[in-house]
Antibody, heavy 117, light 107 residues
Framework: EVQLVESGGGLVQPGRSLKLSCLAS????????MNWIRQAPGKGLEWVAS????????YYADTVKGRFTISRDNAKNTLYLQMTSLRSEDTALYYC??????????WGQGVMVTVSS | DIQMTQSPSFLSASVGERVTLSCKAS??????LDWYQQKLGEAPKLLIY???NLHTGIPSRFSGSGSGTDYTLTISSLQPEDVATYFC?????????FGSGTKLEIK
């Protein structure tokens, strides 16, 4: 069974940093592109970042470019999102999702990040 | 960036009714359009990919169509379990962009 479990969220002050993790199981992690997608409370979905299976291709939303870094460790079956210079508008539930040629087929349950003083 | 506009924002329909949701892109997205269903308190779920392909396990009452900039999701006979918010996503070009969603409820 495919599982994606996010961790590392919490309450953080503006300007500080936080690192999210997504532990994958039930599939060959190194064969799939992975993504972070977020959802502010009561709002819609926003794609944040994408990384290819071998980390050769990385893309970011304009709203996080230069502040967030997506990475992965295929030996540990883990996806990461390093977030720096956090702002109140980064407050959201952060999902990791597996990408296939036909979209995002598996999602984690999400981890909450709250940026507030 | 490609902007995705969904309409309506909110829709109330009766059980058994045919329902159509719309998604319009600001430029041609070459049918790289997916639909996701998000029920309250849950992660989104892939329904349809590349405009008209039903994802594994999705009931056949869901279908998609469209081309160019205009795309639709149709539920042929609305069921109580279809209450959710539906989002479209374009995967034609980076950055990937979602529509703002259509919230569907039972009348």
């Amino acid at each position: 069974e495919v599982q994606l479990v996010e961790s590392g969220g919490g309450l953080v002050q503006p300007g500080r940093s936080l690192k999210l993790s997504c532990l994958a199981s039930g599939f060959t992690f190194s064969n799939y592109g992975m993504n972070w997608i977020r959802q502010a409370p009561g709002k819609g979905l926003e794609w944040v970042a994408s990384i290819s299976s071998s980390s050769s291709y990385i893309y970011y939303a304009d709203t996080v470019k230069g502040r967030f870094t997506i990475s992965r460790d295929n030996a540990k079956n883990t996806l990461y999102l390093q977030m720096t210079s956090l702002r109140s508008e980064d407050t959201a539930l952060y999902y990791c999702a597996r990408r296939i040629s036909s979209g995002f087929d598996y999602w984690g349950q999400g981890v909450m990040v709250t940026v507030s003083s | 960036d490609i902007q995705m506009t969904q309409s309506p924002s909110f829709l109330s329909a009766s059980v058994g009714e045919r329902v159509t949701l719309s998604c319009k892109a600001s430029q041609n997205i070459n049918k790289y359009l997916d639909w996701y269903q998000q029920k309250l308190g849950e992660a989104p779920k892939l329904l349809i990919y590349n405009t008209n392909n039903l994802h594994t396990g999705i009931p056949s009452r869901f279908s998609g169509s469209g081309s160019g900039t205009d795309y639709t999701l149709t539920i042929s006979s609305l069921q109580p379990e279809d209450v959710a918010t539906y989002f479209c996503l374009q995967r034609n070009s980076w950055p990937l962009t979602f529509g703002s969603g259509t919230k569907l409820e039972i009348k």
